[in-house]
Structure formats: structure tokens, C-alpha cells
């Protein structure tokens, strides 16, 4: 795999990183979706402390995260049912 070094600016800072070259669009999109949480948390509270909105935009990215993968387990039980019950369909009619 092709390795590319970029660097990425989050809360006004530079990080040197190297990356697969399949990556570099999505940490790119990733660290514009970063510096847009931050810009709308410290718009939105009386927060100016970097630290302070690095964290909340890590603990709100967390949330999405873990909503998401709630989401992704509901929707493969419910694929897994609706397969189980395909499947015993296809087995009375075989049979």
C-alpha cells in the first residue's frame, strides 16, 4: 500500500501524519468535521479553552458513534430475523 504524508490542521494546529493513500480523503473529512464541532461549540457556550472543546467534540463524536453501532446491532438482529424466517419458508416449501 502507497503511504502518503499530509498534514492536517485541527484547532489551529498542525499535525504531520503518514497515512495509507486510501485513507487521506476520509481523515480529511474527518478533520474538517473536527474543526467544524469545535467552531460550533465555542459559538454556541462561553467556551474558549481548546482543550475544553476538543473534548466535548471527542465525548459528541463518541455519542454518534455509539448510536450508530446501536443502530447497526438493531438493524442485524432484525436482518437475522427476517433471514431465519426466509429460511424456514424456503425449508417448508423444499421439503
Do not use: T
Not at 485541527?10 to 501524519?17: A, E
Not at 468535521?33 to 454556541?44: A, L
Not at 472543546?53 to 446501536?70: D, G, Q
Amino acid at each position: 500500500m502507497s503511504k502518503l504524508n499530509i498534514k492536517l490542521s485541527i484547532s489551529d494546529r498542525l499535525y504531520p501524519m503518514k497515512i495509507n493513500a486510501s485513507d487521506e480523503e476520509i481523515m480529511r473529512k474527518s478533520s474538517l468535521k473536527i474543526n467544524k464541532i469545535i467552531k460550533d461549540f465555542s459559538e454556541k457556550y462561553a467556551v474558549k479553552d481548546n482543550q475544553d472543546l476538543l473534548a466535548m467534540c471527542a465525548l459528541s463524536l463518541s455519542v454518534e458513534l455509539e448510536k450508530k453501532k446501536k443502530n447497526d446491532d438493531i438493524l442485524e438482529k432484525d436482518i437475522m430475523q427476517d433471514l431465519n424466517m426466509l429460511n424456514e419458508s424456503l425449508s417448508k416449501v423444499i421439503k
